[in-house]
């Protein structure tokens, strides 16, 4: 067994995990912060987006034994980080229909955090470059590509 | 088969000195070995980080000479504005590689030591002539790009070594690019090609090509070189370079696409290739 200590969402986070478990694993698991979905385990589908020392990652493709001494921000962190419910980029995405079943959307809204932390006035084949690695089976993408082009026209990047 | 242990050391000769020992494996951005592992291909039990090894983790100029560590996330050197630069046809690959997810993690030593025949950099670094520094725990060697693959999967790496570095040479009056097709955006080429062409008085003084996905290895087309060499980059010069690719590749079936449609399909990715690298070596509109 692994001891990791690493910051999950802002928070010191000290765990104990298997080396062969991956991010996701020790995120679900090991921690119940559950908001990050797992669909194909393959790096397809980009429902477990996270990201790790600011950048967007795959957290079924990443060891978890690798976070040691990294940064980790989830869903979970979004709304928290405020204190005061949803984060501008997640209520864009209620307000335009940018969630259905909601599988993805978790893994949807970190990569567009990625995105508009980089790219605060993003096109919208900026949009879909950023989202190739996210998969919806429901909304048909348009409506996802409109959430994120109204949190970004909401000035400041969406996240606060 | 469990990992027993993940170590992350952070130099290269801690990297080499665990690396070395059985049951050992060299893991990087992880994005081909997590999947193996997933599906039972690999049995791996000692997992060795490479991400916090110093000396993989740098790019570095000097003058005209590149050095890209082994373990620099594929983002990194997708946003460097010389390489995108100096080599178009590396930055082009990079940008077809996976998604913004992938690339943050994946590095280029991971997509050359995995040998897959169509990893996507390694068209485009043969057409650079790249040479691949090696280490293990007695030294360093360098070897070219072209005699790194030996089949599908393998590579000249003994156990224990580690390739340290990808080294380039700009040719700055050359222009070059990189021509992919795939299912869908996010999937292996099908096929995949690369040119790198020298252009003086109305001929090409220097070519080089390479293909992807359509052999064992990715591969150089020397032959295709040769007809290029010494001519007017036109159409008739293009027309040969194009018809002399079908006897060099030795493309299989298989989920992507039949071996008679990568037939049908790489001579005119080299084609084209070969049309967008002309005209950013004469200047044309790009
Ligand atoms: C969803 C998805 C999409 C993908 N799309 C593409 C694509 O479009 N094109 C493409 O070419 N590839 C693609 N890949 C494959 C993969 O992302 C690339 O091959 C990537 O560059 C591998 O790099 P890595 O650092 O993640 O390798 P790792 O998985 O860390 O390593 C791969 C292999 O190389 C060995 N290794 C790694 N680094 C070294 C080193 N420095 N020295 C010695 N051995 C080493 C490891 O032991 C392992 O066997 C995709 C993968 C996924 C999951
Ligand atoms: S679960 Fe990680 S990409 Fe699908
Ligand atoms: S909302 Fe259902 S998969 Fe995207």
């Known amino acids: ?160 | 088969m469990t990992t027993l242990t993940y170590q992350r050391p952070t130099s290269l000769r801690e990297a080499l000195e665990t690396g070395g020992s059985d049951g050992a494996r060299f893991v990087s951005g992880g994005t081909d070995l997590m999947v193996q592992r997933r599906s039972g291909r690999s049995g791996t039990e000692n997992l060795v980080s490479l991400r916090r090894v110093e000396e993989l983790a740098g790019i570095d100029w000097k003058n005209d000479q590149l050095r890209i560590g082994a373990a620099v996330p594929l983002a990194g050197i997708g946003a460097d504005q010389r390489i995108a630069r100096d080599f178009p046809a590396l930055a082009q690959a990079i940008a077809a590689l996976g998604s913004v997810q992938i690339r943050n993690v994946a590095t280029l030593g991971g997509n050359l030591c995995n040998a897959s025949p169509a990893a996507d950099t390694a068209p485009a670094l043969l057409a650079y002539e790249a040479r691949i520094e090696i280490a293990n725990t007695g030294g360093t060697r360098t070897v070219g790009l072209d005699e790194f693959f030996t089949g599908p999967g393998s590579t000249v790496l003994q156990p224990g070594e580690l390739l340290t570095a990808i080294l380039l040479d700009a040719r700055q009056s050359a222009g070059s690019a990189f021509m992919r097709l795939g299912r869908v955006r996010m999937d292996l080429a099908i096929a995949s090609a690369a040119a790198l062409v020298e252009i003086e008085d109305n001929r090409c003084t220097h070519a080089r090509v390479a293909v992807g996905a359509v052999a064992p290895t990715p591969l150089r087309l020397s032959a295709v070189e040769e007809i290029l060499e010494g001519k007017a980059p036109d159409g008739p010069t293009l027309a040969k370079a194009q018809a002399a690719v079908d006897a060099l590749i030795s493309p299989i079936s298989d989920l992507r696409a039949s071996a008679r449609h990568r037939r049908r399909i790489t001579p005119v990715l080299v084609a084209r290739a070969l049309e967008a690298a002309i005209s950013m070596a004469t200047g044309d509109a790009q």
């Open chain 1, 1 to 160: 067994m692994n001891r990791v200590t690493f910051t999950l969402n802002g928070r010191s986070t000290v765990a104990v995990v298997d080396p062969h478990k991956r991010l996701i694993d020790l995120l679900r698991d090991t921690l119940g912060e559950t908001g990050t979905k797992e669909g194909c385990g393959e790096g397809e589908c980009g429902a477990c987006t996270v990201l790790v020392d600011g950048r967007a990652v795959n957290s079924c493709l990443y060891p978890a034994p690798e976070v040691e001494g990294r940064e980790v921000l989830t869903i979970e962190g979004l709304a928290d980080s405020r204190g005061k419910g949803l984060s501008p980029l997640q209520q864009a995405f209620l307000d335009n229909g940018g969630t259905q079943c909601g599988f993805c959307t978790p893994g949807m809204v970190m990569a567009a955090v990625d995105l508009l932390r980089r790219n605060e006035h993003p096109t919208r084949a900026d949009i879909q470059t950023a989202l190739t690695g996210n998969l919806c089976r429901c909304t048909g993408y348009v409506q996802i590509f409109e959430s994120i082009e109204a949190a970004a026209s909401a000035t400041n990047g969406g996240e606060s």
